[in-house]
């Protein structure tokens, strides 16, 4: 309890990863808790940086985003998923896709509305959803296969409801939406006129089952706001560049409370990222293919180690239920880990609701160098019960 923090947001403190990675710095311990690489993107994206910084470019970029950039996330949409956004109206560059969602729900929400969305959710939802004064209603989805009752879905949406707060691929489960998953949300924010923000930053990171944008459904992209991260496409998350795509109402909307939060951010880098969504295909087949290799060698080497792993479909996480190990309380588990042997990971309960199901589930990352991922394994392997 912070006695100069407001009401709304006492219940945040510090987020759970900068507690764990201190925690991975404070012991030496393997850090898979903060998803971050451990290696660095692409060669031709750090000299175009390089570049930009050389080339003077040093100042406030333009409020909405270098043209360059803009132009490349409206070609990235293009060519992956057929989406046509207007790089001048239709496309938002941000502070990464933190500001992205703060910025969005402080533009689109706010006291006596209601947002959706599902737990375990990430944890910047709950707390941006907090600072715009707007009450969430959260969806469970539900261990071992992280599917959600339509009836809870329909429940949790009432007259205040204003927007859908998605987020596929999933942090910090894994899972991607399933098309008839999406087309459900999509009759229901129809039928309940509803906006959806959709939160895509693993959109490249998916190893079973294909990204459906739902901007893509029909009659959705209107409805939309979606959101999008270089950091995780191209393994820079400390560069921030994030962007919204949405009808030009909409992205002037997340901009009015945009340019107060930030105003711009990350000019030299923006020139990098642009040049990182212009990559070949064979870049994100490869990208994909390696962190798949990466997914699969943890979770058996969880598997290894006796714990029950809830196989992930993509992004950097793979989630087990320490119950299988004789434990039950995730968050305790995840402060001893480091001490007992040398290894961090995150408890999920931190991004749920319903305490009960969240206990026993601890996330790991796979997105860092094999030896350092087989180390891990070892450690986790010789770990007393
Ligand atoms: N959304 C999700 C689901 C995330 O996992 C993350 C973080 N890694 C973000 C948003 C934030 O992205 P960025 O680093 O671009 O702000
Ligand atoms: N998105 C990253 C994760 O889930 C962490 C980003 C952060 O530290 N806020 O691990």
Same mark, same amino acid.
């Given at each position: 309890?912070?006695?100069?923090?407001?009401?709304?947001?006492?219940?945040?403190?510090?987020?759970?990863?900068?507690?764990?990675?201190?925690?991975?710095?404070?012991?030496?311990?393997?850090?898979?808790?903060?998803?971050?690489?451990?290696?660095?993107? %692409?060669?031709?994206?750090?000299?175009?940086?390089?570049?930009?910084?050389?080339?003077?470019?040093?100042?406030?970029?333009?409020?909405?985003?270098?043209?360059?950039?803009?132009?490349?996330?409206?070609?990235?949409?293009?060519?992956? #998923?057929?989406?046509? #956004? *207007?790089?001048?109206?239709?496309?938002?560059?941000?502070?990464?896709?933190?500001?992205?969602?703060?910025?969005? $729900?402080?533009?689109?929400?706010? %006291?006596?509305?209601?947002?959706?969305?599902?737990?375990?959710? #990430?944890?910047?939802?709950?707390?941006?959803?907090?600072?715009?004064?707007?009450?969430?209603?959260?969806?469970?989805?539900?261990?071992?296969?992280?599917?959600?009752?339509? *009836?809870?879905?329909?429940?949790?949406?009432?007259?205040?409801?204003?927007?859908?707060?998605?987020?596929? %691929?999933?942090?910090?489960?894994?899972?991607?939406?399933?098309?008839?998953?999406?087309?459900?949300?999509? +009759?229901?924010?129809?039928?309940? *006129?509803?906006?959806?923000?959709?939160?895509?930053?693993?959109?490249?990171?998916?190893?079973?089952? +294909?990204?459906?944008?739902?901007?893509?459904?029909?009659?959705?992209?209107?409805?939309?706001?979606?959101?999008?991260?270089?950091?995780?496409?191209?393994?820079?998350?400390?560069?921030?560049?994030?962007?919204?795509?949405?009808?030009?109402?909409?992205?002037?909307?997340?901009?009015?409370?945009?340019?107060?939060?930030?105003?711009?951010?990350?000019?030299?880098?923006?020139?990098?990222?642009?040049?990182?969504?212009?990559?070949?295909?064979? #870049?994100?087949?490869?990208?994909?293919?390696?962190?798949?290799?990466?997914?699969?060698?943890?979770?058996?080497? $969880?598997?290894?180690?006796?714990?029950?792993?809830?196989?992930?479909?993509?992004?950097?996480?793979?989630?087990?239920?320490?119950?299988?190990?004789?434990?039950?309380?995730?968050?305790?588990?995840?402060?001893?880990?480091?001490?007992?042997?040398?290894?961090?990971?995150?408890?999920?309960?931190?991004?749920?609701?319903?305490?009960?199901?969240?206990?026993?589930?601890?996330?790991?990352?796979?997105?860092?160098?094999?030896?350092?991922? *087989?180390?891990?394994?070892?450690?986790?392997?010789?770990?007393?019960?």
């Amino acid at each position: 309890m912070n006695p100069y923090l407001v009401q709304r947001l006492q219940p945040f403190g510090t987020t759970i990863f900068a507690e764990m990675s201190a925690l991975a710095v404070e012991t030496g311990a393997i850090n898979l808790g903060q998803g971050f690489p451990d290696t660095d993107g %692409p060669a031709v994206m750090k000299q175009a940086a390089i570049d930009a910084i050389e080339a003077g470019y040093n100042q406030y970029p333009p409020g909405i985003g270098i043209p360059e950039l803009r132009t490349a996330i409206s070609a990235h949409q293009r060519r992956f #998923y057929g989406l046509e #956004y *207007d790089s001048g109206t239709e496309v938002l560059v941000t502070a990464g896709a933190t500001e992205a969602i703060a910025a969005a $729900l402080l533009a689109l929400c706010g %006291p006596g509305d209601e947002v959706v969305t599902f737990e375990p959710y #990430y944890d910047s939802y709950a707390a941006c959803i907090a600072m715009s004064g707007a009450s969430r209603c959260v969806v469970t989805l539900r261990a071992p296969d992280y599917a959600f009752d339509p *009836d809870d879905l329909r429940g949790a949406i009432t007259p205040r409801t204003k927007l859908i707060l998605l987020n596929s %691929p999933h942090n910090p489960t894994g899972k991607v939406f399933s098309r008839a998953e999406l087309t459900l949300l999509a +009759e229901l924010a129809q039928e309940h *006129d509803l906006l959806v923000v959709t939160d895509e930053v693993y959109e490249h990171l998916v190893y079973d089952g +294909e990204h459906v944008p739902i901007a893509t459904l029909p009659d959705m992209r209107d409805r939309t706001v979606a959101i999008g991260s270089g950091g995780k496409s191209f393994s820079f998350t400390g560069w921030k560049v994030g962007w919204v795509c949405a009808r030009p109402e909409l992205v002037a909307a997340v901009k009015t409370a945009k340019q107060f939060l930030t105003y711009v951010s990350s000019g030299p880098f923006q020139y990098a990222i642009a040049v990182g969504l212009a990559l070949p295909d064979h #870049y994100f087949t490869r990208f994909r293919v390696e962190m798949r290799d990466k997914r699969d060698r943890l979770c058996a080497g $969880l598997a290894a180690a006796g714990f029950e792993v809830l196989q992930p479909q993509g992004t950097y996480f793979a989630t087990v239920d320490i119950r299988s190990f004789g434990e039950t309380d995730g968050l305790a588990f995840c402060r001893a880990l480091p001490h007992r042997c040398g290894v961090v990971a995150v408890p999920s309960v931190v991004f749920y609701d319903d305490v009960v199901a969240g206990a026993p589930l601890v996330r790991f990352a796979c997105c860092k160098r094999t030896e350092v991922l *087989d180390e891990a394994c070892t450690r986790l392997k010789n770990l007393a019960r």
